[in-house]
């Protein structure tokens, strides 16, 4: 079975960075795409990014240019770069794959469990 997780959160001050991580294992085919999103504390889930197979991306507005995604194939691994964090930044971070685990079964989206960020002094 296929399984996400997140990892590379923590505390950090602002204006800091971070680099997130959500490793896929189990019988994957392939990775159609990957998406991460973000839980601020008191507020509904929200859309990050995402990057699609051919490696486009795309952004939602409060990204402001600070964070990047990216996708090692090789490694089945996405990354999410955080750079000049603020404390409104603070949230759970999670990263959701289309992922064909055979070749004969119908792609799937997966949820990794998030790993929390914490923007503060």
């Known amino acids: 079975q296929v399984q996400l997780v997140e990892s590379g959160g923590g505390l950090v001050q602002p204006g800091g960075s971070l680099r997130l991580s959500c490793v896929a294992s189990?019988?994957?085919?392939?990775?159609?795409?990957m998406k991460w999103y973000r839980h601020p504390p008191g507020k509904q889930r929200e859309l990050v990014g995402t990057i699609d197979r051919d490696g486009a991306t795309s952004y939602s507005d409060f990204v402001l240019g600070r964070f990047t995604i990216s996708v090692d194939s090789a490694r089945n691994t996405g990354y999410l770069q955080l750079n000049s964090l603020k404390p409104e930044d603070t949230a759970v971070y999670s990263c959701?794959?289309?992922?064909?685990?055979?070749?004969?079964?119908?792609?799937?989206?997966?949820w990794g469990q998030g790993t929390q960020v914490t923007v503060s002094s």
């Open positions: 959701n794959a289309n992922i064909k685990a055979f070749p004969t079964s119908s792609p799937l989206d997966y």
């Open positions: 189990g019988n994957i085919f392939r990775i159609n795409g």
